[in-house]
């Protein structure tokens, strides 16, 4: 019997060419799409879950507010670990890790630059699950100048993975014995170094600091213990570790810093939502958001949708065709559950059909969507186990509904009432598939003004004045490298021809260095007269090289020996002080120590520079105070020349004159404020291509109405020719039915779409605003490929000819 049905399903649907290519081609193109963002949803999802105990290892962050600043910290105190493991039982193990930046090392003579460096406690191997190829885990970390591997960086350096006592050169003088080497940190991980240097090297971690964060915490709890529970106790235990700390540096208690309002929390998060959940201070590498899964999971299930209404719009749009059918089977004394099995194999034919295409097709284009996404998916053998059941489900289910209407409705005809063509009803009458057509673009529409606000966000960041010229600013990142040298350098390069200024700091406001002080508005360090500001090392270049604006008093000047103790401050921090004329306002700066009190440095205000942008256009502009002091972190020189290439060979010259074995490693200022909005790009461009898709695919199902809406009324053309009915009053008659329907989802998708968007845009404190124009555009657009697409049909049904069209009759 099963084998009947397929047969005559085969012949049916092969009889139907034009409509089974149609269903076929955008069912396939819509799980194709549905099924790459089902691969990037998953990849997001699975982050940090390849870790044996992911469910028991939390990180623990600091949130901290003083005066009118507040601060959220990924990081947190160099001895918080220890204390945790002797303070808590709960706490089965604990580890820092802490971003080494960049090493040099050495092979065959060239220093190579590694970017994947960090300090970690032995414990690292106890609390995340990180396999050891080679060496003992237990020791690996222990002793100082030792380190760890990775698969890929051993074989780098050593072209194999037996490697453990051998050295490695570091920065040209640091010899580090490598005690492990472990398997590659998988892709889906909130961080990804290739070495791992051993703590105890870094003397700053043997500190016994509360008022300071730096060190990435993660702790391992036993299981069973009670993470809420363990959370809620962490306020009592920082109070009784950090108050004599905040006595002697602060000069204040704990009741009387939290009676002015402030706060100084630990708090923790689960490591399964550092990746989508986290967007904090000190975070190891770049975290995604869980909104974008959101929106790629909605994109998904409105393409699915758009694909499934097709299939159901074009099943029903021949109901009428085939209802003749059906009425001949039953005089012929079919079943009405014959017939149901009937149209359901047919329907699950073409949606198996459809998804072994669209795998094909999703296998073939995931290289060029990991390329757009920034991702490296791969389909592994454990993705199959779930992606097999889930692909039967779809063509059990999308085909189960697709071919319900004509099986059960169909089924239900009479024989006699279907034979004399009282059931050939027109495409009026068909309120199924008119809201089916309506939904479709209601979707579409929602895409469309997604897309464009979106890209108005994304072009509005590109061109908003961030209160600094970023053009033609090129980076010598590792400036540092030349350690003293770093101002000779400096000097040479700004005689260059070509070279306007160049100005010799790290902290860039594209850059990542941050660091942060407190000041006060009079002597006695009074809180509620506090600031707690970005605090920069500039030197006297820095305002004129990035061309910012001064609204009162004066840029650094080496000539002004008091201005190693003067300040510059940007309008913000201004308006946090309350100041309305700052110069020559002093401000007091403690620099901490068992005396507080008296270690309190005096700075007096020089000048006032206009706001700028430092972080994303997502949060609002901070405080920031500048002072004249000497930071080799990296050179920013302007080049003020056409032939860019040739400034750059010249500068490369002095660095090779320099320090011949260190390579130059530079970027330009504007490239590296675009790849700080590099997944707002990425989320453009893929929104752009899935709507596109979406918009095609709703046009192939509208297509496949058209067509068989002109051929339901080739009679009534044919009568309407003869008549003396012009072509464009044909095809205004068979369009406008279609254009009622676009219009109807135009009304219905606006608002939606508009209140979508809005709350996207709210994640940016400056953003662009839904323009009228924007509605217009996508509702005229939608008009538009909806007329391009029924014309077609409309045209060619109108130029048939009349004696043609009434021949049977």
Not at 292 to 310: P, T
Request: hydrophobic share 45%; proline share 3%; glycine share 6%.
């Amino acid at each position: 019997m099963i084998r009947n049905y397929i047969k005559t399903a085969f012949r049916s649907l092969r009889s139907n060419k034009g409509f089974t290519a149609i269903n076929i081609g955008g069912l396939a193109l819509g799980l194709a799409a549905c099924l790459l963002i089902v691969f990037y949803v998953v990849d997001e999802l699975s982050y940090d879950r390849y870790n044996t105990n992911a469910d028991r290892i939390y990180r623990v962050n600091e949130d901290l507010k003083f005066g009118n600043n507040s601060v959220l910290y990924a990081v947190a105190m160099p001895p918080l670990a220890d204390a945790l493991k002797a303070d808590f039982p709960q706490v089965e193990n604990a580890v820092r890790i802490r971003n080494a930046g960049t090493y040099h090392i050495k092979k065959d003579g060239i220093n190579i630059k590694e970017n994947k460096v960090a300090y970690a406690d032995p414990a690292i191997f106890k609390v995340f699950t990180l396999p050891v190829i080679n060496g003992d885990a237990a020791t690996a970390l222990s002793e100082p100048n030792t380190i760890v591997l990775t698969e890929t960086s051993a074989k780098k350096y050593f072209n194999n993975t037996n490697v453990v006592g051998k050295t490695l050169l570091i920065d040209d003088h640091i010899n580090f014995k490598v005690t492990a080497v472990i398997k590659d940190i998988p892709k889906q991980s909130h961080f990804n170094f290739d070495f791992f240097v051993s703590m105890t090297t870094w003397p700053d971690s043997h500190t016994n600091q509360w008022l300071r964060s730096d060190y990435n915490t993660y702790v391992l709890l036993r299981e069973g213990a009670d993470a809420k529970k363990f959370e809620s106790s962490l306020q009592g235990f920082l109070n009784k570790h950090s108050a004599a700390e905040m006595q002697s540096d602060l000069n204040m208690s704990i009741d009387g810093f939290e009676k002015n309002g402030n706060y100084f929390r630990l708090n923790l998060t689960p490591l399964t939502d550092i990746h989508l959940r986290s967007n904090r201070t000190g975070e190891l590498s770049p975290n995604s958001t869980l909104q974008y899964v959101y929106i790629f999971s909605a994109i998904a299930l409105f393409i699915l949708i758009i694909a499934c209404v097709n299939f159901m719009n074009l099943a029903t749009a021949r109901s009428a065709n085939r209802a003749r059918e059906v009425g001949v089977r039953k005089v012929l004394g079919s079943s009405r559950g014959y017939l149901v099995a009937q149209f359901l194999t047919e329907s699950v034919m073409v949606t198996l059909a459809a998804t072994l295409i669209a795998c094909v097709v999703a296998l073939l284009s995931l290289p060029y969507f990991n390329d757009l996404a920034g991702k490296e998916i791969v389909v592994s053998a454990q993705a199959l186990k779930w992606l097999v059941p889930t692909l039967i489900l779809i063509v059990v289910i999308v085909g189960a509904l697709a071919g319900s209407y004509p099986a059960f409705y169909l089924s239900a005809f009479q024989p006699i009432n279907v034979l004399k063509g009282k059931l050939a009803n027109g495409f009026k009458n068909g309120m199924l598939r008119s809201s089916l057509v309506v939904f479709q673009f209601a979707i579409s529409i929602v895409l469309i003004i997604g897309t464009l606000v979106i890209h108005n966000q994304l072009n509005y960041i590109q061109t908003k004045n961030l209160g600094y010229n970023r053009e033609q600013v090129l980076i010598v990142q590792n400036a540092f490298e030349l350690n003293d040298q770093a101002w000779i350098f400096k000097d040479e390069v700004k005689q260059l021809p070509g070279v306007s200024n160049a100005t010799l700091t790290g902290f860039l406001p594209t850059s990542r260095w941050h660091n942060t002080s407190m000041f006060y508005k009079d002597a006695t360090l009074d809180p509620k007269k506090s600031l707690f500001p970005e605090t920069w090392q500039i030197d006297e270049d820095y305002i004129s090289t990035l061309n910012m604006k001064m609204v009162a008093g004066r840029s650094f000047s080496n000539r002004m020996p008091t201005d190693s103790l003067g300040v510059i401050i940007n309008e913000t921090a201004a308006k946090f002080l309350d100041m309305k004329e700052p110069l020559n306002k002093v401000l007091y700066r403690s620099l901490g120590g068992k005396h507080a009190a008296e270690n309190v440095k005096v700075y007096h205000i020089v000048g006032v520079v206009k706001d700028f942008h430092f972080s994303s256009l997502r949060e609002n502009i901070a405080p920031v105070v500048m002072v004249m002091d000497k930071n080799n972190g990296a050179l920013s020189i302007k080049v003020n020349s056409a032939n860019i290439k040739d400034v750059i060979a010249k500068i490369e010259d002095r660095w090779k004159t320099i320090a011949p074995s260190i390579k130059m490693d530079f970027s330009f200022m504007d490239q590296d404020f675009d790849a700080s909005y590099r997944a707002e790009q990425r989320i453009g461009q893929i929104f752009l291509i899935f709507t596109t898709l979406a918009i095609i695919i709703a046009c192939l199902g509208l297509f496949g109405l058209a067509a068989y809406a002109a051929e339901q009324r080739t009679k009534e053309i044919g009568i309407r020719k003869i008549l003396g009915a012009s072509i464009s009053g044909i095809v205004g008659m068979l369009s406008k039915d279609f254009l009622k329907l676009v219009f109807i989802a135009i009304l219905i998708a606006t608002p939606l779409a508009w209140y979508m968007m809005y709350k996207w845009l709210q994640d940016f404190a400056y953003r662009e605003t839904i323009h009228w124009w924007v509605i217009a555009i996508a509702g005229g657009a939608a008009i538009m490929v909806a007329f391009l697409t029924i014309s077609f049909q409309s045209i060619k049904a109108a130029l048939i000819n009349p004696v043609k069209s009434l021949r049977s009759e």
